[in-house]
T-cell receptor, first 117, second 111 residues
Framework: GAVVSQHPSWVICKSGTSVKIECRSL??????MFWYRQFPKQSLMLMAT?????????EQGVEKDKFLINHASLTLSTLTVTSAHPEDSSFYIC?????????????FGPGTRLTVT | QQQVKQSPQSLIVQKGGISIINCAYE??????FPWYQQFPGKGPALLIA?????SEKKEGRFTISFNKSAKQFSLHIMDSQPGDSATYFC??????????FGTGTSLTVIP
């Protein structure tokens, strides 16, 4: 149980284009989803937290107009990197949580490798 | 400010040996301490987790030791195997709030 999928697993796009990454909880309802960015051999950096049906909360320094997050349902959240540039190349990982009380374990997706050329 | 400090950055252990990774935190409000295992190109996977009401938790070859007064917790991997070679992250959380991750430890188990 508690499986989280991401799609695509890797994507290459040209500078200036937009890329959408999907995160799905396959066997549970995710009240909260998190988006992380990870550079090679570094830790996970939280970008934003999203709750179903409400606007995402972005961490300091993360441009909300550049990284659009939509948590449209209890099983789906999307991250859109708008007008991507080479410096946006990174490994993006989502996680999902059942949310409240003691049910706050985060289950991570397999990640999406974004390369902007 | 690094909420959770993790050491060592890298670790090489002989097959069959014990791997020990340490983490320390400052915020006494943290009440959940998971460890994640990450293989290259994959997302982190929950390995084992502990809450501050116990001092130790064991699951198979993996043990978490928790010292509340010292605000430290550690992961012990007994009988380390080459398949355990991965990056390990500790984390700390306050009742459903965001996770604060350590900087990671790259473990290599040599045959």
């Amino acid at each position: 149980g508690a499986v989280v999928s991401q799609h695509p697993s890797w994507v290459i796009c040209k500078s200036g284009t937009s890329v959408k990454i999907e995160c799905r909880s396959l066997d549970f309802q995710a009240t909260t989803m998190f988006w992380y960015r990870q550079f090679p051999k570094q830790s996970l950096m939280l970008m934003a937290t999203s709750n179903e049906g409400s606007k995402a909360t972005y961490e300091q320094g993360v441009e909300k107009d550049k990284f659009l997050i939509n948590h449209a349902s209890l099983t789906l959240s999307t991250l859109t990197v708008t007008s991507a540039h080479p410096e946006d190349s990174s490994f993006y990982i989502c996680s999902a949580s059942q949310g409240t009380g003691r049910l706050y374990e985060q289950y991570f997706g397999p990640g999406t490798r974004l390369t902007v050329t | 400010q690094q909420q959770v400090k993790q050491s060592p950055q890298s670790l090489i252990v002989q097959k069959g040996g014990i791997s020990i990774i340490n983490c320390a935190y400052e915020n006494t409000a943290f009440d959940y301490f998971p460890w994640y295992q990450q293989f290259p190109g994959k997302g982190p996977a929950l390995l084992i987790a502990i809450r501050p009401d116990v001092s130790e938790k064991k699951e198979g070859r993996f043990t978490i030791s928790f010292n509340k007064s010292a605000k430290q917790f550690s992961l012990h991997i007994m009988d380390s195997q080459p398949g355990d070679s991965a990056t390990y992250f500790c984390a700390a959380d306050r009742t459903g709030n965001q996770f604060y991750f350590g900087t990671g430890t790259s473990l290599t188990v040599i045959p």
